[in-house]
């Protein structure tokens, strides 16, 4: 009847991606994509066009995950 329920314990991030925004040439949306490393043809969520995009370099990437702990840093004030 008068069961108690305990509050949730706050979940930390487990990971992290890094997103980027590539403005449409036809609309100006910009287009999110998870670190694109390869070169490749992407379709407008807004307009519906193909455009190609400039992928993002797979060592930057990589570097910015291993500095951040994979996303720890972002919560965690004594990282270093």
Known sequence: MGEK???LTPV??????IICFYPCPFCSREVPLVSPTQPAMVRCDSCGKDFPI???DERGVR???IMTGNGRSA??????
């Open 75 to 80: 919560v965690d004030p004594d990282f270093l």
């Open 5 to 7: 329920k305990r509050p």
């Open 63 to 65: 570097f910015m995950k």
């Open 12 to 17: 930390k991030p487990s990971g992290m991606e």
């Open 54 to 56: 400039v992928p993002v």
